[in-house]
């Protein structure tokens, strides 16, 4: 009987959230388990027992030069890297951040021993090593989750739609952000979380990433016209998630 | 036995370097170093989390956005953080909340203390107990007990859904009110649901009970900080109460979390009245405990807890006892909300102005403070935050170098687990709270206006 495939979970500059709605796959979990053997996911389990893995997931972003040397040695024992949440995929939330001068607060921060801090501009995974799929989403919807594992563990490209929330809004039957006065980036979003946000009666903020060939120009103008925005609220709304984007900043 | 050669053998200097301690949330490393006479050369709580800065993020970001952006400082107590942050703000604007709104937030909150203690006892701590690595041996081992445990973690994201949109950075949470908010139907289940899952909740408790043998009994009187109300078991909001000081109003909150240093650690530490203090649910139990509902009080006679219990282990027992207070708490308000009717609000204009405000909530952990200052465009300039397992550090510290020569007669495996075990009943959130140490023996600088992010 061959041996079940070695899963690892890493986390960096995050909040821990995706690695949660792993717990929050529930009674889900234990099934899941019997398909792959857990060898480290600091979490919830002490020890490490594998020096490779077949699949690694890593959460949170990169914002120093350490955690650079430690992902790389992760992604040298890895067969295939994922980066799992927004922060790991895009970049998140950690890349508002960037847009302050960096030198400036950490200064003011640490002061005249700044230097004794590294930090750098947050960035995705996919700035410092080779990834070889992700999980989109702040944080990650665990069905999809299950389904990208699934399909890694078949050998198969893991699917992610590319199309835009806006079609899973109508789907659901949500009345359109924009009819209501309000902004919202589902124009630009790619699809795959079933417009939750919408539905929950906010808007969609972006934290999946940009669906392909989004067009930038276009949503600027619907964001000042439709919703009245002006560049500033534009520039707050975009720098949300897509801080690490050609996104108009 | 290991052990038994340990204690004939004088020469042993014992070296723990618990890199990362697993079951927490964040990074920690545990360094202990006991020479061959058996005394503690070393002894250290450290915590390189990469910081964040979420002090530069919320630089100049509308009143409007604030609360989404810190949720993200923590996965599991984004719903405290986002309460939290919206008192600040409302506090500052002068927002005031309806009643229905108010009822819904505390909802919220009974929601993420019943998800977060349920995931430290039974999760993360509940292994240690019954001698394994992780809960993933207990499906085969002990697969009624592991049902139980996860059965009532799926309620709690279940009712977090319910009423907040869903458990890790909810959306329907804003300033002033809900932008959506649950059916009757919804909260019936709800309500109906929280009913029928009391007896699994006296089973995990029996389970604690019959377990407690195996925790540590480690005794150590500090400071116990938490908020306190006349009226309530204070989780939502409340003055800052302490057995060691007086009562102050949430806005004097800098009063009590001062820094100092200590020489053998270049972190920081908050102490009020002595030289640290704990906050979590065994401060709550030790200041509140007679505010506890009904089942809540038997939960604690069934583990033999009683205030003020000062062994930092039994942080893990007090969550049990809470995890049944906010079940029955939130039957009674799910009963209030049903029998006056839900109704759609809207959320009143808040006229804009340079202000200041603060927030005081209990999470899972402790005492959560977020306090802000706007100017008159809605705009933070100046943002602070004060994170419970930051408060945390210190006591954990004093308590490791109160353990650690205790420990000296023991092998190598049994005080990293012992320390491990330490750490783990704070349940500490370390991604919402970093130091960064220095190793280089200088003082580190405090981060000036925020916490550790």
């Known amino acids: 009987m061959a041996d079940k495939p070695k899963i690892a979970f890493f986390d960096f500059a995050g909040c821990e959230g995706d690695q949660l709605q792993i717990a929050n796959l529930e009674e889900d979990l234990l099934a899941v388990l019997g398909h792959v053997e857990v060898v480290a996911f600091r979490e919830i389990l002490t020890g490490e027992y594998s020096d490779t893995y077949d699949i690694a997931f890593i959460e949170g972003s990169i914002t120093r030069p350490a955690d650079e040397i430690r992902l790389k040695e992760i992604r040298a024992k890895s067969k295939l890297l994922v980066a799992f949440g927004a922060c790991a995929a895009i970049g998140g939330i950690n890349c508002l951040k960037n847009f302050h001068d960096e030198s400036v607060y950490r200064q003011e921060v640490y002061g005249d021993r700044a230097h004794w801090y590294p930090t750098y501009p947050a960035r995705p995974i996919k700035a410092v090593v080779k990834v070889d799929a992700e999980v989109p989403g702040c944080p990650i919807d665990r069905t999809e989750f299950v389904r990208i594992t699934k399909e890694l563990l078949l050998g198969k490209e893991p699917y992610l739609p590319r199309h835009p929330v806006c079609v899973e809004c109508k789907q659901v039957g949500n009345i359109c952000r924009y009819d209501l006065g309000r902004p919202c980036l589902g124009i630009i979003t790619r699809a795959g979380c079933g417009a939750c946000c919408v539905t929950e009666g906010a808007i969609c903020w972006g934290c999946r990433g940009l669906a392909p060939y989004a067009n930038l120009d276009a949503a600027r103008v619907v964001l000042e016209e439709r919703a009245g925005l002006s560049r500033i609220e534009i520039q707050d709304l975009m720098r949300l998630y897509l801080g690490y984007t050609s996104a108009p900043l | 036995m290991k052990e038994f050669e340990t204690i004939l053998s004088p020469s042993a200097v014992k070296k723990i370097n618990v890199h990362h301690v697993s079951r927490v949330e964040g990074h920690g490393n545990i360094v202990v170093e006991i020479d061959a006479d058996g005394v503690v050369k070393t002894c250290r709580w450290e915590v390189p989390e990469a910081p964040r800065f979420f002090e530069a993020m919320l630089l100049g970001r509308s009143y409007l956005d604030v609360h989404q952006i810190v949720s993200r400082i923590c996965g599991i107590c984004s719903i405290g953080h986002q309460l939290s942050s919206l008192q600040a703000t409302e506090d500052a604007f002068g927002i005031r909340l309806s009643e229905q709104t108010l009822t819904l ?349």
């Open chain 2, 105 to 453: 937030r505390k909802l919220a909150l009974h929601a993420e203390n019943l998800q977060s203690h349920i995931l430290h006892a039974g999760y993360l701590v509940l292994p240690d107990l019954l001698g394994v690595p992780s809960v993933i041996p207990l499906a085969g081992t002990h697969t009624k007990e592991l049902l139980c445990v996860v059965g009532l973690h799926r309620l709690a994201n279940e009712f977090s859904r319910t009423i907040c949109g869903r458990t890790t950075h909810p959306q329907r949470l804003i300033p002033g009110g809900m932008g959506k908010i649950p059916t009757a139907d919804d909260l019936k289940k709800l309500k109906k649901s929280l009913e029928d899952s009391l007896p699994s909740f006296m089973a995990l408790a029996e389970l604690f009970a019959a377990l407690k043998h195996k925790i540590p009994s480690f005794q150590r009187e500090t400071e116990y900080i938490g908020l306190v109300s006349p009226t309530e078991y204070a989780l939502y909001w409340g003055q800052i109460g302490s057995t060691q000081d007086k009562q102050r109003p949430t806005c004097f909150y800098k009063d009590l979390t001062r820094e100092y240093c200590v020489p053998q650690s270049t972190a920081k530490f908050a102490k009020n009245v002595g030289e640290s203090y704990l906050v979590g649910a065994l401060a709550r139990f030790n200041l509140n405990s007679e505010l506890l509902s009904p089942k809540a009080k038997k939960v604690a006679a069934l583990l033999d807890l009683k205030p003020v219990c000062t062994n930092p282990f039994y942080n893990t027992l007090a969550q049990v006892v809470e995890a049944v207070h906010s079940t029955e708490d939130s039957i009674k308000l799910l009963d209030n909300l049903l029998t006056r009717g839900l109704k759609l609000e809207t959320v009143e204009a808040v006229k804009l102005r340079a202000c200041k405000g603060y927030g005081a909530v209990e999470v899972p952990r402790g005492t959560l403070f977020h306090a802000y200052e706007y100017d008159d465009t809605g705009r933070i300039l100046r943002a602070d935050c004060v994170i419970p397992t930051n408060q945390n550090h210190a006591n954990i510290q004093k308590d490791l170098e109160a353990l650690a020569p205790t420990l000296a007669h023991l092998s190598e495996q049994e005080i990293e687990l012992q320390t491990s075990m330490l750490v783990r009943a704070y349940d500490p959130c370390i991604s919402c709270s970093t130091h960064v140490i220095d190793l280089t023996g200088q003082p580190a600088e405090p981060f000036v206006r925020f916490v550790r992010v």
